[in-house]
C-alpha cells in the first residue's frame, strides 16, 4: 500500500482503510514515521546537487528548520545561532525570557529539581507575570545579534503583543496553541484576526497547530501565512495522553498539504506546512518533507545542542499549566554544537546527528533536488523497515534500535 502525499483528498474508499472498532464505530487507518518508509528513485544524484532552502511567506532559510518556542530550546543566544546557521528559532513570548530579567537562576531551579518536584517547581516559576518590557528587549537583542526575528505568543495573547512590538520588528510572528481553529468561541476573548495580526507587525503570521485537512484550509482561508502542523508528538509532550488527541504525523502532514494544495488550486497562494514535532532523527525529517512539509519544527534534537538553555534537559510548553499539565521534563543530554547537530560530522551511529546532512542524503537517493519535488517521492507502508533484518543491533543496543 502506498499513501499518496500531494493533490485534493481523495475518496475515501480509495486510499484510506477504515476499521470496524466497534458496532456501529469505525476508525480510519493513519501513520507515524515508524510506519513508513520512502522508495528510492529510478535517478539519484550527487548530494551535492541537492537544494535545501526554502521559503516561508518571504521568509529564506537555507534548511527549512524552525526551533520549537520553548524555553529548554530558545533564547536569544540560539536563536541567533541557528539564524547564522540558515534556519529561524522562534523564542517564547509567555516563557521564562518574558517574565524575568535574568532568567538563569530559574532554569537552574527547574533543571535542578527532582523528578517528582519538577512540575510543581515549573508551576512556581511561571506564576510571574510576563513583561512588556522585557517582550520588547529580547525582540531588541535579537535584532541587534543580527538574526532573523521570530517569536511566539498564544492566541489570547496575540493582539496585546503585536501592539507592544509594533511594527517592522519581526521576521515572523508564529501564533500557537495546542490545537488551533478559525472557528474558536470564548467568553473570555475574540480569535485573533489574522490579516489584522500582519498589518500590525507589517510581518507574516505563521499559526498552529493543527492535524486535519479542514483546520488547516480554513486557516489558510482566515489569513494564515503559514499553517503549524502537530498535535502532542513532541518528547516532552504529554498532550495524547493526558486530552487523548491527536493525529500521527505523516498522516497529519498529508491531509495538510492536501489543504495547502487544494487552497492554491482555488487561490493562486501557497501556504507552506511546517511540520512540528516528533521528529528525532534525519529519517524522520525526509519522511515528514515527503509526506508534504515544506520545513520542519524541532524541540529535543536542538534542546541537547551546548547553545540550548535547558543545558541537557527538555520540557513541554504546557509543563507548567496550573491546571493541567500537559508536558513534562526530561533529560536529552549534551549531544554536542548545534551545527553539529544540523549539520554534522555525526559523531553518533543513530541518525540523531547531522540531521539535514542525513535530509540531503535522503533526497539525493529518491532523485529529489528539491523539497518541492521530495514532497513526490513514493511513499509505501512498511512498519518493518526499523527493525528488518537489525537483531544483532537490537541484541547489543547500536544503531538507534536499543
Given at each position: 500500500?502506498?499513501?499518496?502525499?500531494?493533490?485534493?483528498p481523495?475518496?475515501?474508499?480509495?486510499?484510506?482503510?477504515?476499521?470496524?472498532?466497534?458496532?456501529?464505530?469505525t476508525a480510519?487507518?493513519?501513520?507515524?514515521?515508524?510506519?513508513?518508509?520512502?522508495?528510492?528513485g529510478a535517478?539519484?544524484?550527487d548530494?551535492?546537487?541537492v537544494?535545501?532552502?526554502?521559503?516561508?511567506?518571504?521568509?529564506?532559510?537555507?534548511l527549512?528548520?524552525?526551533?520549537s518556542a520553548?524555553?529548554?530550546?530558545?533564547?536569544?543566544?540560539?536563536?541567533?545561532?541557528?539564524?547564522?546557521l540558515?534556519?529561524l528559532?522562534?523564542?517564547?513570548?509567555?516563557?521564562?525570557?518574558?517574565?524575568?530579567?535574568?532568567?538563569?537562576?530559574?532554569?537552574?531551579?527547574?533543571?535542578?529539581?527532582?523528578?517528582?518536584?519538577?512540575?510543581?517547581?515549573?508551576?512556581?516559576?511561571?506564576r510571574?507575570?510576563?513583561?512588556?518590557?522585557?517582550?520588547v528587549r529580547?525582540?531588541?537583542?535579537?535584532?541587534?545579534?543580527g538574526?532573523?526575528?521570530?517569536?511566539?505568543?498564544?492566541p489570547m495573547?496575540?493582539?496585546?503583543?503585536?501592539?507592544?512590538?509594533?511594527?517592522g520588528?519581526?521576521d515572523?510572528?508564529v501564533?500557537?496553541?495546542?490545537?488551533?481553529?478559525a472557528?474558536?468561541?470564548s467568553?473570555?476573548?475574540e480569535s485573533?484576526?489574522?490579516?489584522?495580526?500582519?498589518?500590525?507587525v507589517?510581518?507574516?503570521?505563521?499559526?498552529?497547530n493543527?492535524?486535519s485537512?479542514q483546520a488547516?484550509?480554513?486557516?489558510m482561508?482566515?489569513?494564515?501565512?503559514?499553517?503549524?502542523?502537530?498535535v502532542?508528538?513532541?518528547a516532552?509532550?504529554?498532550?495524547?495522553?493526558?486530552l487523548g488527541?491527536?493525529v500521527?504525523?505523516v498522516?497529519?502532514?498529508?491531509?495538510?498539504?492536501?489543504?495547502?494544495?487544494?487552497?492554491?488550486?482555488?487561490t493562486g497562494?501557497?501556504?507552506?506546512i511546517?511540520?512540528?514535532g516528533g521528529m528525532?532523527?534525519?529519517?524522520?525529517?525526509a519522511?515528514?518533507?515527503?509526506?508534504?512539509?515544506?520545513?520542519?519544527m524541532?524541540?529535543?534534537p536542538?534542546a541537547?545542542a551546548?547553545?540550548?538553555p535547558?543545558?541537557?534537559?527538555?520540557?513541554?510548553?504546557s509543563?507548567?499549566?496550573a491546571?493541567?499539565?500537559?508536558?513534562?521534563?526530561?533529560?536529552?543530554g549534551?549531544?554536542?554544537?548545534?551545527?553539529?547537530i544540523?549539520?554534522?560530522?555525526?559523531k553518533?551511529?543513530?541518525g540523531?546527528?547531522?540531521?539535514?546532512?542525513?535530509?540531503?542524503?535522503?533526497?539525493?537517493?529518491?532523485?529529489?533536488?528539491?523539497?518541492?519535488e521530495?514532497?513526490?517521492?513514493e511513499?509505501?507502508?512498511?512498519?518493518?523497515?526499523?527493525?528488518?533484518?537489525?537483531?544483532?543491533q537490537?541484541a547489543?543496543g547500536?544503531?538507534?534500535?536499543?
Open positions: 500500500m502506498s499513501i499518496r502525499s500531494q493533490g485534493p481523495p475518496r475515501q474508499e480509495e486510499t484510506e482503510r477504515v476499521v470496524e472498532i466497534g458496532r456501529g464505530r480510519r487507518q493513519t501513520y507515524g514515521f515508524d510506519d513508513v518508509a520512502l522508495v528510492p535517478l539519484t544524484l548530494p551535492e546537487l537544494d535545501l532552502s526554502c521559503d516561508l511567506a518571504g521568509i529564506h532559510l537555507e527549512p528548520v524552525l526551533a520553548m524555553d529548554a530550546v530558545v533564547d536569544v543566544n540560539s536563536a541567533a545561532v541557528l539564524s547564522e540558515g534556519g528559532g522562534v523564542l517564547h513570548l509567555e516563557g521564562l525570557q518574558c517574565r524575568y530579567s535574568d532568567p538563569a537562576p530559574v532554569l537552574d531551579r527547574i533543571i535542578s529539581a527532582p523528578i517528582e518536584d519538577a512540575v510543581t517547581v515549573s508551576q512556581e516559576a511561571y510571574e507575570p510576563i513583561k512588556d518590557e522585557l517582550i529580547r525582540v531588541e537583542e535579537l535584532r541587534d545579534r538574526a532573523k526575528v521570530a517569536v511566539s505568543p498564544t495573547t496575540a493582539e496585546h503583543v503585536a501592539e507592544v512590538i509594533g511594527s520588528k519581526l515572523a510572528l501564533v500557537e496553541a495546542t490545537v488551533t481553529t472557528q474558536h468561541i467568553s473570555r476573548y485573533p484576526d489574522l490579516r489584522r495580526l500582519a498589518d500590525m507589517q510581518a507574516p503570521v505563521f499559526v498552529g493543527c492535524v485537512y488547516a484550509l480554513e486557516l482561508q482566515a489569513g494564515a501565512d503559514a499553517v503549524l502542523v502537530g502532542g508528538p513532541g516532552a509532550c504529554t498532550t495524547r495522553r493526558v488527541i491527536g500521527p504525523q498522516t497529519a502532514a498529508a491531509d495538510c498539504a492536501a489543504a495547502r494544495d487544494d487552497h492554491f488550486q482555488e497562494e501557497r501556504v507552506p511546517i511540520l512540528n528525532r532523527v534525519g529519517g524522520d525529517i519522511k515528514a518533507v515527503a509526506a508534504g512539509a515544506d520545513a520542519v524541532i524541540g529535543s536542538l541537547a551546548e547553545e540550548a535547558g543545558r541537557g534537559h527538555h520540557w513541554g510548553m509543563t507548567s499549566s491546571d493541567l499539565p500537559r508536558g513534562t521534563r526530561i533529560r536529552v549534551v549531544a554536542g554544537p548545534m551545527k553539529q544540523l549539520l554534522g560530522p555525526a553518533r551511529d543513530d540523531t546527528m547531522n540531521l539535514f546532512g542525513a535530509l540531503r542524503l535522503s533526497m539525493a537517493s529518491c532523485g529529489a533536488r528539491t523539497l518541492l521530495m514532497q513526490k517521492t511513499i509505501v507502508v512498511a512498519p518493518a523497515l526499523p527493525t528488518e533484518g537489525k537483531a544483532v537490537r547489543q547500536v544503531g538507534g534500535t536499543q
